[in-house]
């Protein structure tokens, strides 16, 4: 591996930040809520969502759990490796399959970036999080 390589992964392996994880839980949680709202039906406010609506079949399964998601990663910031590490991957999980639904859907939408940006977010948090408890 040359120089630039070890450099990068010397920097994607560092250790993170549980203000990291709690800003991540937080929107996880956040987003969540949104979609459980009954006030309105979140899937139909845009076709994006025909995807996630098809796979779950209710915005409410969605809802609640991201919202889980996002609290057990607010909560275990604050110092619990264990949790940290399935929360992690169940955000990865579902902000991965958030990710492919809206590019399914519409692969030229600008809101396919942000699930994206948070499935990989996810994937380095569980990564440095698997790595810390070695």
Known sequence: ???L???FMKMFLMPISPFTILIAGFYS???GLWIATPAWD???KSPIYATLNMWSGEELVWGL???AIGLVLMFAAFDSLRFMKYATFA???SWT???ISFTLVDYE???VWLPGFLAALHAHLFLNVKGREK
């Open 42 to 44: 979140a899937f139909d």
């Open 29 to 31: 949680f956040m987003w």
């Open 109 to 111: 939408a600008p809101g």
């Open 5 to 7: 390589g070890r450099k």
């Open 97 to 99: 399959l958030v990710t």
């Open 1 to 3: 591996m040359n120089k």
């Open 91 to 93: 955000g990865f999980c």
């Open 65 to 67: 759990s991201q919202m």
